[in-house]
């Protein structure tokens, strides 16, 4: 591997699921890299595929999905992996912790089995040394008394708790790159910034790359270098976290950003986007957002607009140029009148 | 756990207290009253009625009888037979061994074609799935009553290898001779068997912490075992010890049409004689094989899922 070649990197990545009228496109043509020790926040509405863009990564599609275009693992296809080389993938490459640890976590087993079958199955470490590292690695997260939460039961234990016992699960494989599937989603409010601090705290101290999906972009700017907005299995904004607030381009990123209220002022009436969102094989010929934008003019429902660079980050909207100067007109006319 | 286990044998003493009471008071409300059966066609004197009414304790009331055989019962001593005049253990002791085989036999055969077919269905979808559901769709269909007289014509008629009635004498010939009845009395519970297990193994398969595992690279064979089987087994177990009670009731239709010497067969024959102090320990019998089925199942769940065993613990 040399230095160019990215941790992750998506290509054209299109998955299609079968539906009653054919195959029904879920994603399409998704182009992403990441390189080692970065963190990439994905955020979207629910149904934008984010999920399963991660599910594309792992190799984790449901039965019966296409896939199209690459991803890769350090350079490596991982659709064309043989089986083993992929279980060894993702027992050592990635590790993902998922939305609900109370699912995710088979009930009926033990909180150690669940820490160290990964090391004994598939690495054939000893059951001691996995515990050991077990009850090391579950201290590290903020768990209390860690030998006993290794007898423990997954119901024995609280959602916020859990949750770091997946993490813990995650980094006692040592993978190269992380895949956070909005882990505080299940969460109570008050324990969700605590596990996105422990997360975002042993990714720094481990140099690991990492995928943070959530419908949240402000958690998503918080946490990550860089972030994709997506809309309808489509990316329609990429830009750096630092930009995102001044120079957010897309109607869609701006209306996420306006529809969260603000922490200064009470707001009487939030302003939602307008519509449902879409799924992806439900977009016409044209721009997936037309249906909910306010900019819209004939040509964004007959032509697909392309990802295209836009005041430093990437940007899918015929009219971002107007757009940008529409607003920026506005808000200074605005500004002017108060 | 051992609070669980006490919980559940509480339960049991007194499930199997009330049901003999209710069999014992059933049975004696019954139409037609025992002695009549010992005096068949000929009309007896009232004396001679009410000596032989004596003699059978049917002159007193009910609940002194009940105590009565109660009290004897826990002494194992059910009684005698009011036709042979055979003590009743004896005579159920008898026919126990063979059905207790019989009904062996046939859970042995359920839980391999069953859980055998039920999981290959459910880890093989397409062709071999569709052509199991076939099967089992069919077997579930068939009454034991038609199994047994299809076997018996093309296994022991048409092509000799097991007898069509009665048992061979020593282990290995009532084994032998079991065959055809316990598959007669297993087919319908391997078809429902073979399809709660592929139900519940599919609905495991797409469970989320199955997902986990295979996101972590888990291989197949100790993904199944320790994230799918294990935790399909809940609907599995209770469905085999349902099925496993309702196999002792099935033996009063199989050991008839094989003419088998068991359970089956001597209740039907005590019934038709009203040869009440057999009827009773057997009626006995099968609840209380009903509810130890029940309980075991109830233990084994608790086993399973550790979510139980805490329950078990506050009640």
């Known amino acids: 591997m040399t230095d160019a070649t990215p941790l992750l990197e998506l290509r054209g990545l299109g998955v299609q699921l079968p539906g009653d009228g054919g195959p029904r496109a879920v994603l399409h043509g998704i182009d992403l890299t990441l390189g080692a020790g970065e963190a990439l926040g994905l955020v979207g509405e629910s149904g934008s595929g984010k999920s399963m863009t991660m599910r594309a990564i ?25 089986p083993s080389t992929l279980r060894r993938y993702r027992d050592r490459g990635v590790g993902m912790v998922f939305q609900d640890p109370r699912a995710h976590i088979n009930p009926t087993r033990r909180i150690g089995s669940f820490l160290t079958e990964a090391l004994t ?50 980094l006692l494989a040592e993978p ?19 596990v996105v601090g422990i997360l975002d705290q042993l990714r720094r101290d481990r140099g690991l790359g990492m995928v943070f999906v959530t419908h949240d972009l402000d958690l998503a700017l918080a946490v990550c270098h860089r972030v994709a907005v997506m809309y ?63 900019h819209v003019q004939p040509l964004c429902r007959e032509r697909p607009p392309e990802l295209a660079p836009f005041r430093g980050g990437l940007v899918r909207c015929h009219r971002v140029a107007e757009i940008h100067q529409e607003t920026s007109d506005g808000t200074s006319s605005q500004e002017a009148t108060a | ?122 880890l093989r979808p397409g062709p071999v799935d569709a052509g199991v559901s076939v099967a089992t769709s069919v077997s579930v269909t068939v009454p034991p009553f038609v199994a047994s007289t299809v076997l018996i014509s093309v296994f022991a008629v048409r092509l000799g290898w097991f007898p069509a009635s009665g048992t061979e004498p020593g282990f290995l010939g009532s084994l032998h001779s079991l065959v055809l009845p316990a598959c007669a009395l297993a087919l319908i519970a391997c078809g429902f ?20 595992a295979e996101a972590r690279g888990l291989a197949r064979w100790p ?77 084994i769940q608790a086993l399973i899922d550790p979510r139980l065993r805490a329950a078990g613990r506050n009640t």
């Not at chain 1, 792992?58 to 043989?82: H, K, N, S, Y």
């Not at chain 1, 008394?145 to 993490?167: A, F, N, T």
């Not at chain 1, 909005?182 to 324990?191: F, G, M, N």
């Not at chain 2, 209740?267 to 094989?289: E, G, N, R």
């Open chain 2, 193 to 212: 068997l073979a399809r709660v297990t592929r139900d519940a193994l599919r609905e495991q398969l797409v469970r989320e912490h199955v997902q986990t």
């Open chain 2, 223 to 299: 993904l199944l075992r320790r994230h799918v089987f294990r935790n399909a087994l809940p609907p599995v177990i209770t469905a085999m010890g349902l099925l496993t009670a309702g196999l002792l009731a099935g033996t009063l239709v199989v050991e008839s049409a094989f003419a088998v010497p068991g359970i089956g067969q001597l209740t039907i024959q005590s019934v038709a004689q009203k040869d009440f102090p057999v009827v009773q320990a057997v009626a006995l019998l099968l609840v209380a094989a009903f509810v130890i089925c029940n309980a075991a199942t109830d233990l």
């Open chain 1, 121 to 170: 199955l598939n690495r054939g470490l000893g059951r001691r040394a996995a515990q050991a590292r077990a009850i090391a690695t579950l201290s590290e997260v903020g768990i209390d008394e860690p030998e006993r939460r290794l007898r423990q039961y997954p119901h024995e234990l609280s959602g916020g708790m859990l949750q770091r016992v997946m993490i813990a699960s995650v």
């Open chain 1, 58 to 82: 792992t190799g984790l599609l449901p039965p019966g999905a296409q896939l199209d275009g690459t991803v890769r693992f350090e350079g490596e296809d991982i659709a064309a992996m043989a």
């Open chain 1, 176 to 194: 190269r790159l992380l895949l956070a599937d909005e882990p505080t989603t299940a969460l109570d409010v008050t324990i969700q910034a605590e």
């Open chain 1, 232 to 294: 309808a299995g489509r990316i329609v904004e990429v830009r750096s976290a630092e930009r995102m607030h001044e120079e957010n381009a897309h109607p869609y990123t701006r209306g996420l950003l306006g529809s969260r209220p603000a922490i200064d002022h009470r707001a009487e009436r939030l302003t939602a986007i307008p519509g449902r969102p879409v799924s992806a094989f439900e977009a016409g010929p044209g721009c997936a957002f037309a249906t909910r934008c306010a």
């Open chain 2, 1 to 122: 756990m051992a609070r669980l286990i006490l919980h559940r044998l509480g339960g049991l003493l007194v499930t199997l207290l009330l049901s003999s009471m209710v069999i014992f008071g059933s049975l004696y409300l019954a139409p037609g009253s025992p002695e009549n059966v010992l005096f068949g066609n000929r009309a007896p004197s009232a004396a001679t009625r009410a000596a032989v009414r004596h003699q059978l304790h049917l002159d007193q009331p009910l609940p002194v009888r009940y105590w009565d055989w109660l009290t004897g019962a826990l002494h194992g001593d059910l009684g005698r037979s009011m036709v042979t005049g055979q003590p009743v253990a004896e005579r159920v002791g008898a026919g126990l061994t063979t059905t207790l085989l019989l009904v062996a036999m046939a859970t042995v055969l359920i839980a391999l074609l069953g859980l055998g077919l039920g999981t290959l269905a459910a």
